[in-house]
């Protein structure tokens, strides 16, 4: 981290806002942060964030902009996007998206028109809200029916989905999650699609950094198009990039951002993009990649065999979903438990929900940001133990103490970039 200390003109200039930051700073490296969709950026991300780009206007594309001035910005903004050409393999990359909900709308924009039919992965099983969930923009302005896990064993059912699509026909179908802790195998909704002739959407914000490392399938040359945001497991700063390989949805991708749907792209964020594609092509990152799966895999068998039922049995991924059951403690009960402690987790539905979205029967891990801070095996034990001695022990303030100790022993260890 860029220590609160080296802030030498926040000190000056607004001392409410640096003891924020360094509350938050102590908070992030005494927690054990086991949200499967954040991660810590390295030191040269966060300059390149903090840097003179965010200064800068550039509405346009490199080399075509509307303001004077952007001699530099045209190059940072083609580094990002030839970086990122090279790093997944792929032909047209738009990295202007302000993150992944507007990179997402952005592509229903590009390709769709209003109350076209969609699908979606059913949120309470994993989805996410912009792939059609009811109070979502993609729900009011475009035709969902969604498609769900098997609830026997709690993977994707392709011929739930094969009967919507050939029932529904949408325009779009859409593949990805946050909280399904198994593979996407992309050729069999690559056939569904095709049978319909419907677009393909790969919405790989959670799994880009696992698809980089080799350590789930990649759905380039499958997908029409592929999203992601740029800080989850590819560990840059909060953006997105949508790739295609088709030359006329790369066209109809640029427009429908700008001037479609955003005004100047965020140029710092583009320049720490750059940063973050350069680190995340090297070994070590592929090993990072690995190691977040081996991580998830172990936490997921410590949990498991501590009594713990997870979604699905376990994981192929970097995220574990646990099922509390409907009897005692829920989701909201266990995450603020565990916060206590010192353990940052988040209450999620589970498939065979039947509390509300703000209670749930579910909590949701990740390993991402724990293996960025060099954790492993031992470790992974270490905090699945934990974690079942605090949901057994819910409300006993003599165990959270303990754990928090623990917790706090474990976390001086590891250092947050
Ligand atoms: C699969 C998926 N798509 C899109 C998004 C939206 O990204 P953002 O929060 O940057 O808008 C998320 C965020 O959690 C996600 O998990």
Known sequence: ??????????????????????????????????????????????????????????????????????????????????????????????????????????????????????????????????????????????????????????????????????????????????????????EKFQKISKEIGAYL??????????????????PVGIADVIMTTTHKTLRGPRGAMIMTNDVDIAKKIDRAIFPGLQGGPHDHTTAAIAVALKEASTPQFKKYGVQIVK??????????????RLVSGGTDNHLILIDLGTNGPTGKDISLALEECGIITNKNTVPSET???????????????????????KEMKKIGGLIVKVINNISNQKIYKEVKKEVLSLTSKFLVP
Do not use: C
Not at 7 to 24: H, N, P, Q, R
């Open 1 to 186: 981290m860029i220590a609160w200390y080296s802030m030498k003109e926040l000190k000056f200039s607004d001392k409410k806002v640096l003891d924020l930051i360094k509350k938050e700073e102590k908070r992030q490296q005494e927690d054990i942060n086991l949200i499967p969709s954040e991660n810590y950026v390295s030191k040269a991300v966060r300059e390149a964030t903090a840097s003179v780009f965010t200064n800068k206007y550039s509405e346009g594309y490199p080399y075509k902009r509307y303001y004077a001035g952007n001699k530099w910005v045209d190059e940072i903004e083609t580094l990002a996007i030839e970086r990122a050409k090279k790093l997944f393999g792929v032909k047209f990359v738009n990295v202007q998206g302000y993150s992944g909900s507007p990179a997402n709308l952005a592509i229903y924009f590009a390709l769709l028109n209003p109350g076209d039919p969609i699908t979606g992965l059913y949120l309470p099983h994993g989805g996410h809200l912009t792939h059609g969930w009811d109070v979502n923009f993609s729900a009011k302005y475009y035709k969902p029916v969604q498609y769900t896990v098997d609830l026997k064993t709690e993977r994707i059912d392709y011929e739930n989905l094969r009967k919507i699509t050939k029932k529904h026909k949408p325009k779009m179908i859409w593949v990805g999650a946050t909280a399904y802790p198994r593979i996407f195998e992309w």
């Open 201 to 218: 959407i790969a919405d790989i914000s959670h799994i880009a950094g696992l698809i980089i490392a080799g350590v789930h399938p990649s």
């Open 295 to 308: 991580n998830a895999k172990v936490l997921a068998e410590t949990l498991s065999s501590g009594g713990l």
């Open 355 to 377: 509390r509300k979205p703000f209670v749930t029967s579910g909590i949701r891990l990740g390993t991402p940001a724990v293996t960025t801070r060099g954790m492993k095996e």
